[in-house]
């Protein structure tokens, strides 16, 4: 009976969309395989469920999913876990003094929800107000598909987000919203296919009323070309 309890209290955090940490949590020996070792692993576990499931996997549309599945996972998917695949965000001087915020918006977000291993799909709009310091543009893409491609809840993706770029540009002065749908909730459970989920973090000046509606004013901008 109190295995039953334990598995209805692990099955509502993850129906109730509960994180646990600001950090992925990851285990001390992450890393004490190759990528190679964990693809053959995984490959053999995804080979379990589909045959658990009863399905013929010496048929030719089946045969090669269990090494597809487990490339993706390693390579694709879940490259966010892996620190070498981290964005190396080269930072430049503000020569030319640009004081007003920087909106980079409708950003790509492709990630994968921790609790069913279902997408996450949407968009993420960052700024930043610099201190002297500004990033690439294309780094700040990349600093939000590093972190997405990972198991994730979107609040903790938020945080994470702009985290990065408070350390990289030196600056608290980083906000990051971003609208999501989640499969999770879209193809199971409640299945409402219209939904999506908001998150926002606010770091610096946009905390500041004003300063945080002008940085929502800008996402609102009809910029398509």
Sequence with gaps: MKINNNLDEFDALGNDHIGTSQDTPMRNDAFKLSKEEKIDIIKDD???????????????????????VAKMFVKELFGGLDPEKKPNASTFQNKYKYGEMLVEKNVTVYSTCEHHLLPIVGKAHIAYISNGTVVGLSKMNRIVDYFAKRPQVQERLTIQIVRELQKVLE??????????????VNSRGIRDVESSTVTSEFGGRFKDKATRQEFLDYIKLDTKF
């Design 171 to 184: 600056t608290k002065d980083v906000a990051c919203v971003i609208d999501a749908k989640h499969l999770c």
């Design 46 to 68: 995804v080979r379990h469920i589909m045959e658990t499931l009863g399905l013929d996997l010496s048929d030719d549309s089946l045969s090669g999913t269990p090494l597809r």
